[in-house]
């Protein structure tokens, strides 16, 4: 038996966006490779960095635990985790070189590590997992505690997945993307975390406690500017049933008020989203959940059944209301799609957030104008607004990666940094958002407001639209990078018209 210590380096209070917004969850595929780990029989510490005071509090949980291994395993379920943020890369290369002057063997997981494990190695990680990685970590496991004295080029010898400093040069096997690995079906090791202290900060911040859980694990749509490095476009799902008995153990354990289903694409089958709802109902297991997914996923069926299951709130990817930009993308859904499933959604009670991504390859003014159209046209309740983000893997990394110089991640998830030449610079980007944003405001207060001010209150918006508009010019971008297949923009009145 290994005394193997699981840990992950995101820390909330590391990324100022995310701590105002004081919503922190759990590092579910941390938890679960716990529970795989646990299984095979070693003595299992965690390590939660998501709200440590800082990387300093890494130091404690080491000496308690003086582990033979430590296994920093970042959440493939935490979108965050996917933009390899700077400052939580210097995090984790902080606790590697803790781990390793404490004497422990270290074996590193995650997107940026699967990109860039010359960084992780540098910092003194032995073993750098590539992609999802269980296969390897199941071995490397069992290889330890065969011979706990092993070196490491024997450590790793023959072993498909991982990278390693060998003979001073890193060494990287690469097996290319894998399907999400059969063994993580345990329940998360749930009992790791201070449960206590999540749910006081909830209850501090918004009133109520919220937990999260997932359903599956991949995506596979090929939108070309999302980059997989953990599976892909492979997709797998629970079993329904599998998933109702973890959310009834989430309730009857915790008594959470909420749950955020982490899932890239949540249900996909209608059929799943309606069994779920069935062995729910059995149990009295259902809690009001949080979803995301796809507009063209959402059907009066699929609608019908998310109601029954308990959502309360849908999150698609709806990312602009230009149907040349989202073709362009390879999103596959059109801006029709989008206002049905959100009046699909909102007829069953169900709130509908819209997340929009600005500045994509090609995009113009006539394409933020239909974003605008759209969120006037569809209402969604809330929208999540970010700029284009070159993620490496990706066919748009590629387009741009020249262009990238010594800023190639945002420091944090506020960042909001143009680092490609896009049509505009950071601060046009930056107020588009803000006007979209106040949009929304302006029109979920419809009914609750007197005519006259929301009247007034959309007049002063169009002027700040249209001021904006007007010195657009001065915010374009010399020689801007040329679009992925961008069909040439419609009339403005096509465009805003979807």
């Known amino acids: 038996m290994l005394k193997i210590q699981v840990g992950h380096s995101y820390l909330l209070t590391y990324d100022r966006k995310q701590w105002e917004r004081g919503k922190p969850y759990p590092p579910l595929a941390t938890i679960h490779v716990a529970a795989l780990l646990r299984q095979m029989g070693h003595h299992i510490t965690l390590f939660d960095a998501m709200l440590a005071d800082g990387v300093e509090d890494y130091d404690a949980s080491l000496h308690s635990a003086q582990p033979d291994v ?13 933009m390899c943020l700077a400052r939580m890369r210097e995090a984790a290369c902080q606790m590697i070189a803790k781990a390793r002057a404490a004497g422990a063997r270290v074996i590193v997981a995650g997107s940026d590590a699967s990109d860039q494990p010359d960084a992780f190695l540098a910092a003194g990680a032995d073993v750098v997992l590539i992609g999802e990685g269980i296969a390897a970590l199941v071995a490397l496991i069992e290889r330890l505690e065969r011979n706990p004295d092993i070196d490491n080029e024997n450590w790793v010898s023959n072993m498909a997945g991982v990278a390693s400093v060998l003979s001073e040069k ?17 329940r998360p090791a749930w009992d790791l975390i201070d449960i206590e202290k999540y749910r006081a900060m909830w209850m501090d911040r918004h009133g109520y406690f919220s937990l999260n859980m997932a359903g599956s694990r ?13 599976w892909g476009n492979h997709y797998k799902q629970r079993s329904a049933q599998n998933m109702a008995a973890e959310m009834t153990y989430l309730k009857h354990t915790f008594k959470p008020d909420h749950i955020w289903m982490a899932d890239d694409i949540f249900g996909f089958h ?37 109601q029954k299951a308990g959502c ?17 993308m390879t999103k596959g859904t059109n801006v029709a799609e989008l206002i049905a499933a959100r009046e699909r959604l909102g007829s069953r009670g169900i709130r509908v957030g819209f997340f929009i991504q600005l500045g994509y390859l090609g995009e113009q003014l006539n394409d933020l104008l239909a974003t605008r159209e759209l969120i006037t046209r569809a209402a969604p309740d809330d929208i999540g607004v970010s700029v284009s983000y070159p993620l490496p893997g990706t066919k748009f990394y590629e387009k741009v990666k020249a262009q ?51 009247t007034a ?17 001065a915010h374009r971008t010399e020689h801007p990078t040329a679009a992925l297949h961008l069909r040439e923009p419609h009339h403005a009145a096509t465009a805003q018209n979807g």
């Open 404 to 454: 990238l110089g010594q800023k190639t991640h945002w420091q944090d998830s506020d960042d909001l940094a143009m680092m490609f030449r896009g049509a505009y610079d950071s601060d046009f980007y930056r107020q588009i958002r803000n006007l979209l944003h106040e949009q929304v405001t302006i029109q979920q207060s419809k009914h609750t407001q007197e005519p006259d001010r929301y």
């Open 457 to 473: 209150a959309l007049t002063e918006l169009d002027t700040r639209w249209d001021a904006l508009i007007a010195v657009e010019r």
């Open 270 to 306: 209608v059929d799943w989203v309606a069994e779920f709802a069935h062995h729910l109902d059995e149990s009295d297991g259902s809690i009001p959940f949080t979803i995301q997914t796809r507009a063209d996923l959402i059907s009066e069926r699929m609608a019908d059944a998310l």
């Open 170 to 186: 890193t060494h990287i096997t690469r097996i290319g993307v894998q399907p999400p690995d059969p063994r993580l079906v345990a």
């Open 218 to 230: 991949g995506c596979p749509f090929r939108c070309n500017w999302c980059a997989k490095p953990i």
């Open 70 to 82: 430590v296994v920093l395993y970042e959440d493939n379920f935490n979108f965050l985790t996917k």
């Open 312 to 328: 309360a709130e849908a999150w698609i990817g709806a990312e602009s209301g230009s149907q040349r930009v989202l073709d362009a």
